[in-house]
């Protein structure tokens, strides 16, 4: 197979199971790249704000690091795959749904208690909405994955 | 130099003649970017893994971006602050790391999602580089 061809080798499969019958490698590792930037710009930013202007909005800062080490757990296990990570990522997704849900509704409903940004404020506006499209991806890949394998999935609460 | 007026609101204006994370240079690379970027769908879509010219991209990218970091590092030595000094250092080593870390993880994937994987670093690239010209030129008032 030329491997190295100007312009790749043709495949011929899309991304099936893993061999261990865990999540399909190919859109995971999409997903693995999306969080992997936002694990550094969440904590990178946290750490910033932590270190220099914690007094400013200790409540916005304090929840850009708890955005950053959920994206940084997500990424952990959506790398780590097989049963566990995506027991990992399901749980570390499914807080990051309801976050950017709550942030984004609270950061609207009430601006004086958000005086400074934090990844989910205004449902990720600041960040072209895309920490709002991730995790609602991440959660249609593991529940296809989990279907693709067999798994039960979990009750769809809507 | 050191006891000049200020009479434009600038603390520390640009030193002249070094303009480093400029506007031409960030053009360049979102340029470089977003054509990787676009090779990097090609790829997906056409179910091809990625290829050399993949690789080269990401390479040459990378190459740019240490050039602009050499760059703003000789500047920021010759006295030049940006307002958020910590965020702007975070962002020019930051940005370092995501061809590399783009090219790793899409190598090793065998599938034709690859190209996805090398379109984000990509984009990702291209957003932080603009980002990166906000913040350097913002000085503090």
Do not use: C
């Amino acid at each position: 197979m030329p491997e190295n061809s100007a312009f790749g080798a043709r495949v011929t499969d899309g991304g099936g199971a893993d061999h261990d019958g865990s999540l399909a490698g190919g859109p995971r590792r999409v997903l693995v790249a999306l969080y992997g930037t936002f694990a550094l710009a969440a904590g990178a930013r946290a750490g910033v704000q932590l270190a220099t202007q914690f007094s400013e909005a200790p409540v916005a800062y304090l929840l850009s690091a708890f955005a950053a080490v959920v994206y940084i757990v997500a990424t952990a296990g959506l790398l780590r795959g097989g049963r566990r990570g995506r027991l990992t990522a399901l749980t570390a997704i499914t807080v990051e749904l309801i976050g950017v849900l709550a942030v984004g509704t609270f950061s609207l409903l009430d601006r004086a208690a958000f005086p400074d940004a934090t990844v989910w404020s205004v449902y990720g506006k600041g960040y072209g909405f895309v920490p709002l499209a991730l995790p609602v991806l991440g959660l249609l890949l593991l529940r296809q994955q989990a279907d693709d394998v067999g798994w039960s999935t979990p009750p769809d609460h809507g | 130099m050191e006891g000049a007026p200020e009479n434009d609101g600038h603390a520390r204006p640009p030193l002249p003649g070094v303009r480093p994370v400029t506007t031409p240079l960030v053009i360049a690379i979102s340029i470089v970017a977003v054509a990787l970027a676009l090779l990097g769908l090609a790829a997906t879509l056409a179910s091809r893994r990625i290829g050399l010219v993949h690789l080269v991209g990401a390479a040459v990218l990378e190459v740019v971006l240490l050039a602009q970091a050499a760059v703003a590092v000789l500047t920021l030595t010759r006295g030049y602050r940006p307002a958020e000094l910590a965020t702007f250092l975070a962002y020019l080593a930051g940005v370092l790391l995501v061809p590399i870390a783009g090219a790793l993880l899409a190598r090793t994937e065998p599938s034709r999602w690859a190209g996805t994987v090398i379109a984000v670093a990509g984009v990702v690239v291209a957003i932080m580089s603009w980002r990166l010209l906000q913040l350097w030129e913002a000085v503090r008032a």
